[in-house]
C-alpha cells in the first residue's frame, strides 16, 4: 500500500462547483499536512498546509481527520483557472524531515 | 524572487552517459530535495539533505549520488545514465521539519 494516497480522477466539473478531494495516508505518526497545486508542465506550488482544526483560504478548504486518516480539500465555486492537478503531502513522522506526495488528483473545471 | 533555481531545464542523454542537475536556493532554508515525477507515479524522493554536511536516501536512490555543496546548493549526479531514468526531476527546499517544500521549475531528462 502506497503511504499517500489519492484518487486520480479526472475530476470533470461545471464551473461554479463545489469539489471535494480526499487524500489518505497510512503511516499514524506523520505530523505535517500540505495540499500543493500543479499546472500542467510546471512544479508543484503549495496551496495550503492542513492544520488539526481546518483551515481556509477563500475558496478553499482543508480538513485533517486523524481518526480515520486522511487530509481532505475544499474548493467551492470552482473556477476555469482552478484546473490543475492537486497533491497532497505528508511527513512520514519520527522526525524525519522530508514529504511523501500522493500521486494527484486532477481537476478539469468546464464553462 | 529567484526561490529555486534549477540547470538545465532540459537536457538528452545517451544511455551511459554521466550529468550533474544543479539546484541553488536563496531563501536561507537548511533542507534540500530531490524528486523524481512519473506518469501515475507522483513525486517520489531521490535523496535528500536535512541540514548542511548531511545526505540521506530517499524511496528511489539507485543509480544517483548527491553533493550538498554548501547551504545554498545541492547537486544531483547521474553516473550511467539509463532509460528508466528518464523523468521531471525538482530539486526542493524546507525551513525543516514541519515546513512546506518550495519546489524550483524542473529538468526534463531523456534518456535514449
Known amino acids: 500500500r502506497k503511504e499517500v494516497e489519492q484518487d486520480p480522477g479526472p475530476f470533470n466539473v461545471p464551473e461554479g462547483a463545489t469539489v471535494a478531494f480526499n487524500c489518505t495516508y497510512s503511516n499514524s505518526a506523520s505530523q505535517s499536512f500540505f495540499w500543493y497545486r500543479q499546472d500542467c508542465r510546471k512544479e508543484p506550488k503549495l496551496l495550503m498546509s492542513v492544520y488539526s482544526s481546518g483551515n481556509e483560504d477563500g475558496r478553499f478548504t482543508a480538513q485533517l481527520n486523524r481518526a480515520s486518516q486522511y487530509i481532505s480539500l475544499l474548493i467551492r465555486d470552482s473556477k476555469l483557472s482552478d484546473s490543475a492537478t492537486y497533491l497532497c503531502a505528508a511527513s512520514p513522522g519520527g522526525g524525519y524531515n522530508k514529504l511523501i506526495f500522493g500521486a494527484g488528483t486532477r481537476l478539469a473545471v468546464h464553462p | 524572487n529567484a526561490g529555486v533555481t534549477q540547470t538545465p531545464k532540459f537536457q538528452v542523454l545517451k544511455t551511459g552517459q554521466s550529468m550533474t542537475l544543479q539546484c541553488a536556493q536563496d531563501?536561507?532554508?537548511?533542507?534540500m530535495y530531490w524528486y523524481r515525477q512519473d506518469p501515475g507515479m507522483g513525486l517520489r524522493l531521490i535523496y535528500y539533505?536535512?541540514?548542511?554536511?548531511?545526505?540521506d536516501k530517499g524511496e528511489v536512490p539507485n543509480g544517483y549520488n548527491v553533493s550538498r555543496l554548501n547551504k545554498r546548493e545541492f547537486s544531483l549526479r547521474l553516473e550511467s545514465a539509463a532509460p528508466s531514468q528518464t523523468s521531471v526531476y525538482f530539486c526542493?527546499?524546507?525551513?525543516?521539519?514541519?515546513?512546506?517544500?518550495?519546489f524550483g521549475n524542473g529538468t526534463r531528462l531523456t534518456v535514449t
Open positions: 539533505s536535512a541540514s548542511e554536511g548531511t545526505t
Open positions: 526542493a527546499s524546507s525551513d525543516g521539519v514541519g515546513s512546506p517544500l518550495h
Open positions: 531563501m536561507n532554508h537548511n533542507s
